[in-house]
């Protein structure tokens, strides 16, 4: 059970946070390839650490389970699911000091959290998942707001670069990585989201089968946007990288029908040459 309670305990209201938004807009603002930023050792160490000791396990809570080719992964929005101390963090994700670091941090007026977490909530990847590069969903199913800003903590203590699942920010026509972001324990990511902000971990995880990559994810709102970012209504938008062009159709035939050896070692092969790829690039 954690000793921490954070029922009269509000993180946000220490106002280091409005200084490290104020210190960090240009920053944020200068990101490439679009605004974005990480801020290492965000939370408080012990409240970070009892968030962590909550996590659940895979087989612990009701996961919505998305297996696919574009995305692998282990996600719960179901609030009632969290531990005590990570449900009241949310809270304060939601909470006007929050909003007020955020906004003063990004520059965008009049942000609107999402208790409803649609696509958020808690993240985890087992070794094998991953999320292909895509710009998220720009319209909020319920409440018709306009999604403007993602935030993500991860909460992955010991974790090697070897492991992978680094979040990458690629341009809007898929041809170059701006950014890559190793998802450490305590480090919060927030990052602009538009029709072109292209972002995902697309390679598979390589950490040891007792490991996974964890995370909270929340996404800010606002009513309406600037013109020149309105692109319609749409759906999550999933994008190839240049060397996955020819991978589609032949790869799904090679998994499905390759002797296993044969298979294990071209994803080996395929793995190591992505990986090559990306830190050339980055």
Aim: aromatic share 12%.
């Amino acid at each position: 059970m954690s000793t921490v309670d954070l029922s009269d305990r509000f993180v946000f209201d220490d106002p280091k946070y409005l200084q490290l938004a104020a210190e960090n807009a240009e920053r944020y603002a200068n990101g490439n390839p679009f605004p974005h930023i990480h801020l290492d050792n965000f939370l408080p160490p012990d409240v970070a650490e009892a968030v962590l000791a909550e996590f659940p396990k895979p087989a612990d809570i009701d996961w919505h389970n998305y297996n696919r080719q574009t995305e692998i992964k282990l996600v719960c929005a179901d609030e009632t699911q969290f531990g005590p101390v990570t449900r009241q963090l949310f809270y304060q994700f939601h909470s006007i000091p929050f909003l007020q670091f955020l906004e003063k941090l990004t520059g965008i007026d009049n942000l609107i959290p999402d208790p409803l977490l649609r696509g958020g909530g808690l993240h985890q990847i087992r070794r094998g998942g991953l999320l292909k590069l895509h710009a998220d969903f720009n319209k909020h199913d319920s409440t018709f707001l306009d999604r403007r800003i993602n935030v993500l903590l991860y909460l992955n203590k010991d974790w090697k670069e070897e492991y992978g699942g680094y979040l990458e920010l690629w341009d809007k026509d898929t041809k170059f990585c701006g950014d890559k972001i190793l998802p450490v324990f305590n480090r919060l990511a927030i990052f602009t989201t538009t029709s072109d902000s292209f972002h995902g971990h697309p390679d598979p995880l390589n950490c040891p089968e007792d490991m996974t990559r964890k995370s909270l994810a929340l996404y800010y709102y606002t009513n309406g946007r600037p013109k020149g970012e309105a692109d319609g209504i749409h759906t999550t938008i999933f994008k190839s990288r240049p060397e996955e062009s020819f991978s589609g159709v032949m790869w799904r035939l090679g998994q499905d029908f390759a002797p296993p050896v044969l298979w294990r070692t071209a994803r080996r092969v395929r793995e190591r040459y992505f990986r090559r790829t990306i830190q050339k690039r980055g």
